[in-house]
């Protein structure tokens, strides 16, 4: 998708990604009974900031390449493996969710795994942004869409589409905590975030929300990798590569961690995920009032998993400018990475008194 706020579809960046090699992707596919265009070549699908996506024909019709990003890989991110599992099931029950239908494991065809994706098109708000005639009515509106299509995510039965092993929901918060406990240590750029880290760290150690049923989980839901129709609905989720099982109170804290509102410091604006702190945006304690209303679900351990998102975000930040900084993307976007992830490892630790 592109810088742009609104794209018509996942909008074509010119050539495919370099070093494609696309007869061996016609190979590999013609063993199982796909027929790649090789002449039609791969368009680059620009706009996101970590899988890389082209598009390509198959059997005919249009389709999405999808592969992990150049460089090393944080643990558990950019799955084709695990993306492809859910989006060849899920939308049996989760029609907002495009289906692939075909994962390659074998580094031999272009080095890395990929996978084919069902190709949609719709609208793309990006960044904080809006498009034109976007008023503060539509932006509450679409509060509103954001929050009912994560409940509806989290209404789908894993058994019913085959992901009922899914994932490990048991230990789930401790496990999650204690990871981006380590990561953060790993990369923590100067001493007093890595002293931010420890504080932030202990206090999730010392809490154990109370265990919600597991429910699928998108782990990266926000507003730019929704698709939108011509009405503003939210018609499709991309970017599943980090789905999995578990409490469904971790999606609600992510999509939380990315809503910047009016009276946020300057780190939160920087972020610049989402224009929630637009005039007709819900604020953050209403976002979560709406998701209680929808599910029926408690949020009285609501604070201990917005804490642990939003410090899982500032960690990713800051693992992104390092990956930027080896070389391994080139991308100009990652030079204030790590500074602005320090900022939300601040930020987080500043939020643990504070309410929504």
């Known amino acids: 998708m592109s810088q742009s706020p609104v794209d018509e579809t996942l909008t074509a960046d010119g050539a495919g990604t370099p070093g494609l090699d696309l007869r061996a992707v016609a190979a590999h596919l013609a063993l199982h009974g796909l027929a790649l265009d090789v002449a039609a070549g791969a368009v680059r699908l620009s706009g996101g900031l970590s899988n890389l996506n082209d598009l390509v024909s198959v059997n005919g019709s249009k389709a999405v390449l999808r592969r992990p990003p150049m460089g090393p890989l944080p643990p558990g991110a950019h799955d084709m493996r695990r993306e492809h599992r859910i989006l060849s099931r899920l939308g049996e029950a989760f029609p907002q969710a495009p289906r692939s239908f075909h994962l390659c494991e074998e580094i031999s065809v272009i080095g890395v795994p990929f996978q ?6 719709g609208l793309s708000i990006r ?12 932006c509450r509106l679409l509060s509103h869409r954001l929050v009912e299509t994560l409940a509806a995510l989290h209404a789908v039965d894993p058994s019913r589409v085959g992901l009922g092993d899914f994932g490990r929901p048991d230990g789930f918060y401790a496990r999650t905590a204690a990871g981006w406990q380590r990561r953060g240590s790993q990369v923590a750029p100067d001493a007093q975030t890595q002293a931010a880290v420890d504080r932030i760290g ?26 939108l129709d011509g009405d503003g609905r939210i018609t499709t989720v991309l970017d599943w590569d980090m789905g999995t099982r578990g409490d469904p109170s971790m999606d609600l804290a992510t999509l939380l961690s990315y809503w910047a509102e009016p009276g946020d410091p300057d780190c939160m604006h920087r972020l610049a995920q989402m224009p929630t702190a637009r005039e007709g945006f819900l604020r953050r304690a209403e976002v979560a009032d709406a998701y209680a209303a929808a599910t029926g679900r408690p949020l009285h351990d609501l604070q201990a998993w917005r804490i642990l998102a939003l410090f899982k975000l500032g960690i990713v930040f800051i693992q992104l400018h390092r990956n930027w900084a080896s070389g391994s993307v080139g991308d100009e976007r990652y030079a204030g ?3 602005l992830g320090a900022d939300l490892v601040d930020f987080t630790l500043a939020s643990i008194d504070r309410p929504l």
């Not at 904080?128 to 539509?138: C, M, V």
């Not at 049923?213 to 507003?223: E, V």
Request: charged letters at 25%; one cysteine or more; hydrophobic letters at 45%.
């Open 116 to 121: 084919l994706l069902e190709y949609r098109t």
């Open 127 to 138: 960044g904080d942004r809006l498009p034109t005639g976007f008023d503060a009515a539509a």
């Open 202 to 227: 202990a206090w999730l150690s010392r809490r154990e929300p109370a265990v919600l049923a597991p429910t699928l989980l998108h782990s990266d839901f926000k507003l730019d990798n929704c698709m």
């Open 337 to 339: 990475f790590s500074r």
